[in-house]
């Protein structure tokens, strides 16, 4: 198994910036594909970015693409979420996630963090 979690959410005012981070442990990480995704109170979990094992392949959201990065250094055993130019409809909870190939379907993640909470202000 392994165990993710997650960090760096906050409160950011429209057009601002966060990094958030998810920090691995137990089995390789670098064995797993990771993905973000984020949920608001009442929704479904969707899809927000995913990475290959490598970092060499990755695979975005429309909503999020050109302003988001995700980005993974598994020395550190660490999955990474740039979020640029934000707005109000980026508030959510948002969770990184492990599994066998970076795909936007929920179902392929077998491991889950417990996320982190980003706010937009405007």
């Known amino acids: 198994q392994v165990q993710l979690v997650e960090s760096g959410g906050g409160l950011v005012q429209a057009g601002g910036s966060l990094r958030l981070s998810c920090a691995a442990s137990g089995r390789t990480f670098s064995a797993y594909a990771m993905g973000w995704f984020r949920r608001a109170p009442g929704k479904e979990r969707e899809f927000v970015a995913a990475?290959?094992?490598?970092?060499?392949?990755?695979v975005y959201a429309d909503s999020v693409k050109g302003r988001f990065t995700i980005s993974r250094n598994n020395a550190r055993n660490t999955l990474y979420l740039q979020m640029n130019g934000l707005k109000s409809e980026d508030a959510d909870l948002y969770y990184c996630a492990a599994g066998s190939f970076a795909s936007t379907n929920i179902s392929n993640y077998d491991y889950w963090g417990q996320g982190t909470q980003v706010t937009v202000s405007s």
């Open positions: 990475i290959n094992w490598s970092g060499g392949s990755t």
